[in-house]
């Protein structure tokens, strides 16, 4: 029986995977489930799946999980070191790391290291340590099988094929809700606008991610890692339809491509059943309907924050991350309305021009690193907000 410990249990991906595990013609045991503060969902997730633990983000946490829980025999561990102890839990065949921030790439770092299996819908872990994870992986034999949809299209496309026969990767970007919008349309955009995506639905920071284009300039770094190549190999090109998620060009001028509908659920089952495939009961392509499929260059000027995570990249792991620091900080100032959208990218660039040059290797000190550039992105906030 496959094992499975899903952290970020509550939230999208979690949810999502937890849909597969309940839909699924394989029967999984799932071992971890996590959440940071939604013990209430989490005690009904507990009470579904029988974990042998679950961890909470703090005491307080875990004393009202109990409250909920009284006839549960799971352990309750705490905290972003109960994160980290259960990614190391007896028994467990597949993580899947879906935990926003710096917590989601401690615990998958340690998952590494211990040469499980992880799927890997934490961000953090390739923007701000990608080298220091596939360091670990490399060192410990880890496979890590990407769960977002663009790099879960890539692994496929892949498949059998080695670096030197690739030219270039083609990472599709759906546009978001301002496809079309110059810069000064966006100046006075509202956060409702930015969350009404018109293909996915996501948590509300990516979703506004989407709509800058930053999630796709993350996904460029994460792929960089994720796939060995080089900045210049990796491209994006706008396809509003998000029914091509990306595609890969080899050195002969073929491309593959993997199409489906945009619903997460299919990368995540297929991250969890890897190698193999299993029948699914989600929504398929019907291709007999007429379905136009178009391609565009991505508008860097109206959303330069992809502009800056090439740029980031060119630098290196320093400084991806500083620029998601400063863009975490940044998003959440906009959907508290302290900001503006733009505000986002601009706040971006002033953070990775002040940090971006810094030099730090060891995980603490780029974890310190991070916290500087959330430092300076807030200090920015505030003096805009006068």
Same mark, same amino acid.
Not at 102 to 122: D, K, P, Q
Not at 239 to 245: D, E, G, L, R, Y
């Given at each position: 029986m =496959?094992?499975?410990?899903?952290?970020? !249990?509550?939230?999208?991906?979690?949810s999502q995977a937890l849909e597969v595990v309940r839909a699924s013609e394989v029967h999984y045991d799932v071992k971890v489930l996590t959440a940071w503060s939604n013990v209430e969902a989490l005690a009904t997730q507990a009470r579904e799946f029988h974990p042998e633990v &679950?961890?909470? $983000?703090?005491? %307080?946490?875990?004393?009202?999980?109990? +409250?909920?829980r009284r006839d549960g025999q799971e352990r309750v561990l705490v905290g972003e070191e109960g994160l980290e102890e259960a990614a190391a839990w007896p028994g467990?065949?597949? &993580?899947?790391? @879906?935990?926003?921030?710096?917590a989601g790439l401690r615990l998958t770092l340690r998952a590494v290291a211990l040469g499980r299996r992880v799927a890997l819908? +934490? #961000?953090?872990?390739?923007?701000?340590? *990608?080298?220091l994870v596939t360091e670990a992986a490399a060192?410990? *034999?880890?496979?890590?099988? =990407?769960? %977002?949809?663009?790099?879960? @299209?890539?692994?496929?496309?892949?498949? $059998?094929?080695?670096?030197?026969?690739? %030219?270039?990767?083609?990472?599709?970007a759906s546009g978001g809700p301002f496809?079309?919008? !110059?810069?000064e349309d966006l100046a006075y955009v509202g956060v409702d606008e930015a969350m009404d995506?018109? +293909?996915?639905?996501? *948590?509300?920071?990516?979703?506004?991610? !989407?709509?800058?284009?930053?999630?796709?300039?993350?996904?460029?770094?994460?792929?960089?890692?994720?796939?060995?190549? #080089?900045?210049?190999?990796?491209?994006? &090109?706008v396809? /509003?339809?998000?029914?091509?998620?990306?595609? &890969?060009?080899?050195?002969? *001028?073929?491309?593959?491509?993997?199409?489906?509908? /945009? %619903?997460?659920?299919? /990368?995540?089952?297929?991250?969890?059943?890897?190698?193999?495939?299993?029948?699914?009961a989600w929504p398929r392509m019907d291709w007999t309907e007429r379905h136009a499929l178009s391609f565009q260059p991505p508008d860097m000027q109206t959303f330069p924050c992809l502009g800056l995570a090439f740029a980031a990249l060119e630098v290196g792991p320093a400084a991806t991350a500083v620029l998601n620091a400063a863009n975490e900080v940044a998003v959440a100032a906009f959907l508290d309305g302290r900001i503006s959208f733009n505000g986002i990218p601009d706040v971006n660039e002033a953070v990775l021009d002040r940090l971006g040059g810094e030099e730090a290797h060891a995980l603490e000190d780029r974890l310190q690193l991070d916290g500087e550039a959330r430092i300076r992105a807030k200090e920015l906030i505030g003096k805009a907000g006068n």
């Amino acid at each position: 029986m =496959p094992t499975l410990a899903i952290f970020g !249990s509550t939230g999208s991906i979690g949810s999502q995977a937890l849909e597969v595990v309940r839909a699924s013609e394989v029967h999984y045991d799932v071992k971890v489930l996590t959440a940071w503060s939604n013990v209430e969902a989490l005690a009904t997730q507990a009470r579904e799946f029988h974990p042998e633990v &679950v961890v909470v $983000g703090t005491l %307080d946490a875990a004393e009202c999980y109990r +409250n909920r829980r009284r006839d549960g025999q799971e352990r309750v561990l705490v905290g972003e070191e109960g994160l980290e102890e259960a990614a190391a839990w007896p028994g467990v065949d597949t &993580v899947l790391s @879906a935990v926003v921030g710096a917590a989601g790439l401690r615990l998958t770092l340690r998952a590494v290291a211990l040469g499980r299996r992880v799927a890997l819908a +934490n #961000k953090e872990s390739l923007v701000v340590a *990608g080298d220091l994870v596939t360091e670990a992986a490399a060192a410990s *034999g880890a496979e890590i099988i =990407p769960v %977002d949809s663009e790099h879960a @299209a890539i692994f496929q496309c892949l498949a $059998g094929a080695s670096t030197r026969e690739v %030219d270039r990767l083609v990472l599709t970007a759906s546009g978001g809700p301002f496809l079309g919008r !110059s810069r000064e349309d966006l100046a006075y955009v509202g956060v409702d606008e930015a969350m009404d995506h018109p +293909n996915w639905t996501m *948590g509300a920071k990516i979703t506004v991610d !989407s709509a800058t284009l930053m999630n796709k300039g993350l996904e460029v770094i994460e792929a960089h890692w994720l796939f060995g190549m #080089k900045p210049g190999q990796i491209h994006v &090109v706008v396809h /509003p339809q998000s029914i091509v998620h990306s595609m &890969v060009e080899f050195v002969d *001028g073929s491309t593959l491509a993997q199409l489906g509908p /945009p %619903d997460m659920r299919l /990368p995540i089952q297929y991250a969890l059943d890897y190698p193999v495939r299993n029948r699914s009961a989600w929504p398929r392509m019907d291709w007999t309907e007429r379905h136009a499929l178009s391609f565009q260059p991505p508008d860097m000027q109206t959303f330069p924050c992809l502009g800056l995570a090439f740029a980031a990249l060119e630098v290196g792991p320093a400084a991806t991350a500083v620029l998601n620091a400063a863009n975490e900080v940044a998003v959440a100032a906009f959907l508290d309305g302290r900001i503006s959208f733009n505000g986002i990218p601009d706040v971006n660039e002033a953070v990775l021009d002040r940090l971006g040059g810094e030099e730090a290797h060891a995980l603490e000190d780029r974890l310190q690193l991070d916290g500087e550039a959330r430092i300076r992105a807030k200090e920015l906030i505030g003096k805009a907000g006068n």
